[in-house]
């Protein structure tokens, strides 16, 4: 039977990390949350566009209160909507899921919702940037917004959201994440549709969500999930890196090199795609001589720490 890595106390976010590597992740988490912000503000949502997640009911809820408290004349702000969403799930996420980049989940959800009202009250005013071509806004909306959550994934983070609600249901089920994110994101359009009362709206989203998807995959070609084999000497520091730096899991498999019939020891994991290159530059970095090969993984659950 394969040994198995155990599961010792994370460390903290940014430990044994550089000062400069740290400064790069910090500019990319910015940056990410900036475009993702600028998406919602500028194109997004002043276009009536409902582009799935948490922001998508925000900016129904937005469109909804508008006129209905003299506090907030313009509706309610769609960053700050977001936030009471967010919270609970994240919240939700840390109990069921265990987040790993939890101080950088929480900065990324934290800077879209302040960059977001912020443009909104002193940029756009909640009038499109383009008048009347909604179609644009859908496009270019989508491709901005895909470039921020790449952004935000090569940190290694994400912005929370409704992906949250749907791993946790998916968890310990024989049920796709993929497709129950697709079914929450496609009642947020509903809801949309219900409350703009125009046909307009779900046809422009869908656009958002495909130029969005499009352009992360453009970006980042791998899979969701990566199947990791690593063949290294040096396997206590492999250990070191793979559960204490990065908080992963994996299974040591024995085997024997048909060549030398040496023993080898060969490690196993499932990887997220926002996880691949922070992996590789470890590794690579502590044994420039190991071997990583990697192939799509076709289970989208993560297998439980045994």
């Known amino acids: 039977m394969p040994n198995v890595l155990s599961s010792p106390t994370i460390t903290p976010l940014g430990k044994g990390i550089n000062r400069k590597k740290f400064i790069e992740e910090a500019l990319l988490l910015v940056v990410g949350a900036f475009c993702q912000a600028t998406a919602y503000s500028i194109f997004i949502a002043p276009a009536g566009i409902v582009s799935g997640g948490v922001y998508g009911i925000s900016i129904t809820i937005n469109h909804l209160t508008k006129g209905l408290f003299s506090v907030f004349p313009n509706g309610f702000p769609i960053g700050g909507f977001s936030l009471l969403l967010n919270i609970p799930l994240f919240l939700l996420a840390a109990k069921q899921l265990g987040f790993r980049s939890g101080g950088k989940t929480i900065a990324t959800f934290l800077l879209i919702a302040f960059f977001t009202d912020l443009f909104t009250k002193y940029i756009t005013h909640g009038k499109p940037i383009v008048e009347d071509d909604p179609f644009l806004c859908a496009v270019y909306g989508g491709a901005v917004l895909g470039l921020g959550v790449y952004l935000t994934f090569r940190v290694g983070s994400t912005s929370a959201g409704t992906d949250v609600l749907a791993r946790v249901i998916a968890k310990g089920k024989n049920l796709k994440t993929s497709n129950l994110i697709i079914m929450v994101d496609s009642l947020v359009v509903l809801f949309g549709l219900l409350a703009f009362a125009d046909i307009k709206v779900p046809l422009y989203s869908l656009v958002t969500i495909f130029v969005y998807g499009k352009f992360v995959d453009l970006l980042s070609p791998e899979n969701p999930n990566k199947a990791v084999f690593i063949v290294s000497d040096q396997i ?43 992996l590789k530059r470890l590794v690579l970095a502590t044994d420039e001589k190991a071997f990583i090969a990697t192939t799509n993984a076709t289970n989208d659950t993560i297998p439980p720490i045994i």
């Open 236 to 278: 206590d520091s492999m250990r070191k890196i793979i559960i204490e730096e990065l908080g992963l899991r994996a299974t040591l498999l024995t085997g024997k090199g048909m060549y030398a019939g040496m023993p080898k020891q060969v490690i196993f994991m499932i990887v997220e795609r926002k996880d691949m290159a922070k």
